[in-house]
């Protein structure tokens, strides 16, 4: 028989466990693989001791859809092994194969059935054996990651960094963002050319990689841009933590040709507190504020963009102004 190495993907977090024959007799895990509502194929991770599922943060998995109830749905086994889902009396219901659940009235679950929860997310629940969770796995990764650097993508760092918010404010820390861009990152490309402007973004990547925690969220935004969400309990943690990447970037340097070519980084930082309500587009905004004030104050700096108060319904208006405004490489 084969071995395959199976990989665990829940949302924010993977980790690799290998199978040996012995563990042939191991119960297959449980996912349910997201169709509608949220990244396409994203495999969330589910236990058949006991799953509950809705908006809140507190939840086993957690939902963040306005048609998704605080505790929308468990799922979990009966006495004798059956797995059932159950609806908890949820506002705009549960669905299995397009039938809605009765209420708080456990119904069996089985592999291939089609789960809605409200009216936004849909989702297969699947029990793949090792091979078959390696391959969704890694054709997951390859949608959510950027391929030079190998860092998550923009689209999948916006749809975690709200989970990532509402979870660190369960254990008391705030969210800083961190915008960080590639100083006089044109003339690196006019000068040396496209493939030594890539090798800089991957040792970026890397040096970014290394400077993140468990909990850390990090990206490549676009072009010479990257972004990271960092959970931490004080602005002054978020600013130390900032420096620490412009001074770890500012040393390293890379040879081509015989020449040195120095790398540096502008950073724009914005921190909200837990339990104040924030927008983290407006956050991401805010970062970007202070990225343009440490490129236009004479690069290779940290700075703190201007404190986010933007409530959601004046979001629309703040990203227009902020899109008003001119960049500097």
């Not at 990244?39 to 939902?63: H, Y």
């Not at 990090?218 to 969400?229: H, K, L």
Request: net charge negative; proline share 4%; aromatic share 6%.
């Amino acid at each position: 028989m084969d071995e395959c190495s199976a990989t665990q993907f829940t949302y924010g977090a993977v980790r690799d466990v290998e199978t040996t024959p012995s563990e042939t007799s191991t119960p297959s895990p449980l996912y349910f693989i997201m169709l509608m509502g949220g990244i396409p194929g994203a495999m969330l991770q589910l236990s058949a001791a006991g799953t509950r599922i809705g908006r809140a943060a507190d939840n086993s998995l957690q939902l963040p859809d306005a048609s998704i109830s605080r505790y929308h749905a468990m799922l979990g086994q009966d006495e004798t092994g059956q797995l059932r889902l159950t609806d908890l009396g949820s506002t705009n219901g549960t669905f299995v194969n397009g039938k809605r659940l009765p209420d708080r009235t456990p119904v069996p679950l089985k592999d291939g059935d089609r789960v809605q929860f409200g009216t936004s997310i849909v989702v297969k629940f699947v029990r793949p054996d090792p091979c078959e969770e390696r391959f969704q796995h890694e054709m997951f990764e390859r949608s959510v990651r950027d391929s030079l650097t190998g860092l998550y993508n923009r689209g999948y760092f916006l749809s975690e960094v709200g989970l990532l918010s509402s979870r660190s404010a369960l254990h008391g820390l705030g969210l800083a963002i961190l915008m960080v861009d590639v100083d006089h990152f044109k003339r690196i490309n006019d000068t040396f050319g496209h493939d030594t402007g890539d090798r800089v973004l991957r040792e970026v990547a890397n040096i970014l990689r290394s400077s993140m925690r468990g909990d850390d969220l990090v990206a490549r935004f676009g072009g010479e841009e990257f972004v990271a969400a960092l959970p931490v309990a004080a602005p002054d943690l978020a600013a130390e933590r900032a420096e620490r990447i412009r001074a770890n970037l500012a040393d390293r340097q890379i040879m081509v040709g015989g020449k040195t070519i120095c790398m540096t980084a502008s950073i724009g930082v914005s921190y909200a507190p837990a339990g104040r309500p924030h927008s983290v587009m407006a956050m991401i905004s805010a970062a970007d504020r202070g990225l343009y004030q440490a490129k236009s104050s004479g690069r290779d700096r940290v700075v703190f963009g201007v404190e986010s108060r933007v409530r959601l319904g004046d979001l629309d208006t703040a990203m227009d102004a902020e899109n008003r405004s001119t960049r500097v490489e």
